[in-house]
Nanobody
Framework: QLQLVESGGGLVQPGGSLRLSCAAS????????IAWFRQAPGKEREGVSC????????YYADSTKGRFTISRDNAKNTVNLQMNSLKPEDTAVYYC?????????????????????????WGQGTQVTVSS
């Protein structure tokens, strides 16, 4: 069972930056998709970004492309989300999620579609507030 712990949330002004980290443990299979989701009050949980833990391929939602960067450090078992040019509409609880797979092609599909229901392991979430 994967365990995920997020850190790095906080309050930032519009245009500012934050870096979220997800510390993971319990990897047992060969392939993993690790993603960031977010949920604002009264809204559904939405995918933000995803990374293939094995080959480092990255995927982004249109709303974050060009502003957010996802990266991995397999030696430290961490996945980071660098968020730049933050906007008030980025305010949400951010969750790290992961899903194991026995084949690489499934990891690609998990990251392309970024559906919360497809991911089985979740962190507790970290609040990001963008406000002046």
């Amino acid at each position: 069972q994967l365990q995920l712990v997020e850190s790095g949330g906080g309050l930032v002004q519009p245009g500012g930056s934050l870096r979220l980290s997800c510390a993971a443990s319990g990897f047992t299979l060969d392939y993993y998709a690790i993603a960031w989701f977010r949920q604002a009050p009264g809204k559904e949980r939405e995918g933000v970004s995803c990374i293939n833990r094995n080959d480092g391929s990255t995927y982004y939602a249109d709303s974050t492309k060009g502003r957010f960067t996802i990266s991995r450090d397999n030696a430290k078992n961490t996945v980071n989300l660098q968020m730049n040019s933050l906007k008030p509409e980025d305010t949400a609880v951010y969750y790290c999620a992961a899903q194991a797979s026995k084949e690489a092609a499934q990891v690609h599909r998990l990251c392309v579609y970024l559906r919360p229901a497809d991911f089985g392991s979740w962190g507790q979430g970290t609040q990001v507030t963008v406000s002046s």
